[in-house]
């Protein structure tokens, strides 16, 4: 994988700066992070563009975590702008959080912009998002005792989404309902703010108490909390579309990086267990206004093995002590929740249909340091569907759980990865492993992370 300067692109007689995107190929935690932390470096501005503070993102610099959630990770370099875009969704007490936790570190957070289209997760949306969580999992008791037997599958289609409870859902349906939202710029509007978010509690009054709720949202504080808000970040906020245009036009290098990943799409994931935003590189365009034509290199990063956090099936699931090894050995645990996360053999179906929807343009192989130790890997590389084998994902969670994983297994390494900085260094069962990602995907592996820190990554080309 090289960052080598990109020809130019002709557009009305300007020169315009390479974009580079990068993606999570699972269901997210592959270690995007380090990824983006690690080529930096060559860009002048990191992007995030969707999601919101359910993504967690852990980088490891010189031994030192730093574990972000709304934060794009190129922060972590002094004078690089950090873009929060009009696809994101903005929780700004977590915002000013990871602002006051940098800044303690000594981390120059100056370089933050954040769109003045992106919409506001309001505490109402969290406890919305809570309270449908406590009705859903109710649901699925009940009505799947009283579907017990009828061959139908029981509580199928209403069983709780494992969400956050960071209020995302809710959010991004509010931006969908129009009426009730509320952007980053409104924050600095006070009779707009006002007004939208009146509208907002007498529209979700009845319904929130309809789940559960002991009382209805009180306008006048979520104003004031609002306000504040704004006040405080009122530098931050500017119409980032024109600024990333701007920089391009400028010959600035750009770096887009996803939040979550491709199989918790809305639209392409294993619906309805998804998260609420477009997560693949299709999802920049409409979450920055930068056109997917300006957008040249594309790097896809998978584990080498599979996690998923909370509801929807992971076929190559491990229920058992090597499940727990990986998952010990690989710190699986959510970097927001503090959840343990399901673990799982590598599902090369899944990142193969990942790979396909990204365009993706290299590999970015991370953890393989965790798999050392093992006599024999398993891999999938097919589904059993009805008594057919296809290679072809299937994204539809309740129908993607009737399948079963067909497994290629291929021999195992003992050696410690952790020190090595080249192919060469690595046994060559590890080399071989990362061929079958390769040639099954059709996808070349440009970086392999073999630990935690920046500096424990092997680059290819």
Not at 203 to 232: F, H, I, S, V, Y
Not at 239 to 267: I, M, S
Not at 338 to 366: N, Q
Request: charged residues 20%; proline residues 4%.
């Amino acid at each position: 994988m090289q960052h080598t300067a990109a020809g130019p692109n002709k557009t009305s007689g300007m020169n315009h700066g390479r974009c580079t995107a990068v993606v999570g190929l699972q269901w997210g935690d592959e270690g995007k992070g380090k990824v983006v932390d690690l080529i930096a470096p060559a860009y002048d501005a990191v992007v995030r563009f969707n999601g919101g503070a359910n993504a967690g993102h852990s980088v490891v610099v010189k031994g030192e975590r730093y574990a972000l959630h709304l934060m794009p990770s190129g922060i972590l370099y002094p004078g690089k702008l950090a873009v929060i875009g009009n696809g994101v969704v903005v929780d700004p007490e977590v915002v000013l959080k990871e602002i006051s936790g940098l800044n303690t570190r000594g981390v120059d957070t100056s370089g933050l912009v954040i769109s003045d289209r992106a919409h506001v997760v309001m505490p109402y949306h969290k406890q919305e998002d809570e309270l449908r969580e406590a009705t859903l999992t109710v649901m699925s008791a009940t009505i799947g005792e009283a579907g017990a037997g009828d061959g139908g599958g029981g509580g199928a289609g209403v069983k709780s989404i494992g969400t956050t409870k960071r209020g995302i859902g809710p959010c991004y349906a509010d931006k969908a309902q129009r009426a009730s939202a509320v952007r980053m710029g409104d924050l600095l509007r006070p009779a707009v703010l006002r007004r939208k978010i009146e509208i907002a509690c007498a529209l979700k009054g009845p319904m929130l108490r309809g789940l559960g709720a002991q009382a209805n949202p009180d306008a006048a504080g979520l104003t004031e909390w609002a306000r504040r808000m704004g006040e405080q970040l009122r530098d931050a906020i500017k119409d980032t579309t024109y600024l990333l245009h701007d920089l391009r036009a400028q010959g600035k290098r750009v770096l887009f990086e996803g939040a979550n990943a491709t199989l918790l799409d809305v639209d392409h994931g294993t619906y309805p267990y998804v998260t609420s935003s477009s997560t693949t590189a299709l999802g920049i365009p409409s979450g920055t206004g930068t056109p997917c034509s300006a957008i040249s290199e594309i790097i896809g990063v998978v584990k080498a093995y599979s996690t998923r956090v909370g509801n929807g099936p992971l076929l190559t699931e491990l229920l058992d002590e090597t499940g727990d090894r990986i998952r010990d050995r690989g710190r699986e645990y959510g970097t927001t929740t503090g959840r343990p996360r399901r673990v799982g053999w590598l599902d090369l179906v899944a990142v193969k249909y990942s790979v396909m929807l990204s365009g993706v343009t290299s590999l970015a192989v991370t953890l393989l340091d965790v798999l050392s130790g093992f006599d024999e890997l398993k891999v999938a590389t097919g589904y059993r569907f009805n008594g057919v084998v296809t290679d072809r994902f299937i994204p539809d969670g309740e129908v993607l759980s009737a399948a079963e994983p067909v497994y290629t297994t291929v021999p195992g390494f003992s050696a410690d990865l952790t020190t090595a900085r080249s192919m060469d260094e690595l046994p060559v069962e590890a080399r071989r492993y990362l061929d079958l990602i390769e040639s099954f995907t059709g996808a070349e592996v440009g970086l392999v992370g073999v630990g935690p820190d920046r500096e424990q990554t092997i680059r290819c080309a």
